[in-house]
C-alpha cells in the first residue's frame, strides 16, 4: 500500500537542498491501487512534485466503503507515518481518503478536493453520496491547508474557506501536446476527411451526460453532414488519449458537475477545439483560447457549435496557454507554496 519515490538530484542533492532548503518530505494518500486509469493525473502530479525537489511518498487506500479494509488502511497509515516521519501528509480526494487521514494523522495535514467529493455524485445511492459529503466537511475541519480545484468547489465547503488555495489539476505536457492530425489519423486507421467528435464517458456515470451529447451530434449532422462520434471509456489505456484528441476535429463536455475537468485541459493542450456546458473551470480556461465555445445544456445549442467548428475545421490554439498556466511543472510550483505557507 506504501511507495517511495526517489527525489530528484541536483549535484547529489535533492533539488530544494541544493538551492539551501531543507527539501518537504511529503506522504501522498491516494484513494485506490495505484493501477490503471483512475487518478493517473494525481500521480503525475506527485511526479512533478519529486522532479521539483519534494521527497515523496505515496500511500494508497485501497477502499472507501469496506469497514475492515479502511481500519486496516488507517492502521497501516499510521504505522507508515510513524516510520517515515513526512513533514506534511497530503490527501489527494475528500470523503472518505481525507476522513482517514484527518482521524489518523498528527503531522500538518493538506486536503485536495476534486469534484465528486463535494459535489453531488450522480449515480450513487443517496446514503453512499450523502456519507462521502459529511467525511469531506469534517475531515477539512483538521486540514492545515486545503486546495480545491476550481472555485466553485470551495464554495461547496461549510467552513474553513479562507484555508482554500485554488489550484487545478495540472497537465502532463510532455504526453499532451499538439501532432499533425494526418499522421495520427492513419496511425489509428481514421479517415483523414471524416468529421470525429470526441466524448468521454469515463466509467459510463449518467452525469456525464452522454444522451446530451448524442443529442448535440444528431442537431450537427443535420447542419453539417455525416459525424463519427467517438465516446472514450474508463478503460482507455491513458497513454493513447493523446492520439484521439490529435486525430478529433472537436471535444464536447455535457456534464452536470465537473471539478476541473482535465479532458478538457488535456484536449486544449492538444490544440483540440472544446464545446462544453458551463461546468467546474471550463469557462475560465475556454475563454482564454479559440476556437472553443460554451453552450448551454440542450442538444440545440451542443449541436450548433459544434457544427460551427466542424464546419470552420480549425485548430485550437491552446497548447501555449495550457504550458505556461497549468503545466504540471507550473502547477508543482503553486502546490510548493501551500506547502511552504503558515
Known amino acids: 500500500m506504501a511507495q517511495t519515490m526517489e527525489s530528484d538530484l541536483v549535484n547529489g542533492q535533492p533539488r530544494q537542498a541544493s538551492e539551501g532548503r531543507k527539501p518537504y518530505k511529503v506522504l501522498f494518500v491516494i484513494p485506490g491501487d495505484g493501477t490503471g486509469p483512475p487518478m493517473v493525473f494525481v500521480r503525475r502530479q506527485v511526479r512533478s512534485l519529486q522532479q521539483a525537489g519534494v521527497d515523496s511518498h505515496i500511500f494508497y487506500l485501497t477502499s472507501r466503503t469496506a469497514p475492515w479494509v479502511i481500519w486496516t488502511c488507517g492502521k497501516m497509515l499510521r504505522q507508515e507515518i510513524h516510520r517515515l516521519q513526512p513533514d506534511i501528509v497530503h490527501a489527494q480526494y475528500g470523503t472518505m481518503t481525507a476522513l482517514v487521514c484527518a482521524l489518523v494523522v498528527k503531522k500538518p495535514l493538506v486536503i485536495t478536493y476534486r469534484g465528486s467529493d463535494l459535489n453531488p455524485s450522480i449515480g450513487l445511492s443517496w446514503i453512499r453520496s450523502a456519507t462521502g459529503k459529511v467525511c469531506s466537511q469534517i475531515a477539512a475541519l483538521a486540514a492545515r ?13 461549510w467552513w474553513r ?107 486544449l493542450a492538444c490544440n483540440l477545439p472544446v464545446v462544453s456546458v458551463d461546468v467546474g473551470d471550463a469557462r ?30 480549425k485548430r485550437a490554439i491552446g497548447f501555449e496557454y495550457i504550458e505556461q498556466k497549468l503545466s504540471l511543472p507550473v502547477v508543482a510550483q503553486r502546490i510548493l507554496t501551500v506547502y511552504g505557507s503558515k
Open 161 to 267: 474557506k479562507k484555508r482554500v488555495t485554488v489550484i487545478p489539476n495540472g497537465v502532463d505536457t510532455t504526453i499532451f501536446h499538439p501532432r499533425r492530425q494526418q499522421d495520427v489519423r492513419q496511425e489509428l486507421g481514421w479517415d483523414l476527411d471524416e468529421r470525429i467528435v470526441l466524448f468521454n464517458a469515463g466509467n459510463g456515470a449518467t452525469g456525464k451526460r452522454q444522451d446530451l451529447v448524442e443529442g448535440g451530434v444528431e442537431v450537427a449532422r443535420t447542419i453539417c453532414g455525416d459525424i463519427r462520434l467517438v465516446v472514450l471509456s474508463g478503460n482507455i489505456d491513458p497513454e493513447e488519449i493523446p492520439n484521439f484528441m490529435n486525430g478529433a476535429d472537436c471535444l464536447i463536455m455535457a456534464s452536470d458537475w465537473e471539478g476541473s475537468p482535465n479532458i478538457v485541459k488535456e484536449a
Open 284 to 313: 475560465e480556461h475556454l475563454e482564454q483560447v479559440t476556437p472553443s465555445i460554451i453552450v448551454s445544456r440542450a442538444p440545440e445549442a451542443i449541436g450548433r457549435a459544434t457544427a460551427e467548428i466542424l464546419t470552420d475545421r
Open 145 to 157: 491547508h486545503i486546495i480545491c480545484v476550481s472555485s466553485q468547489l470551495r464554495e461547496r465547503l
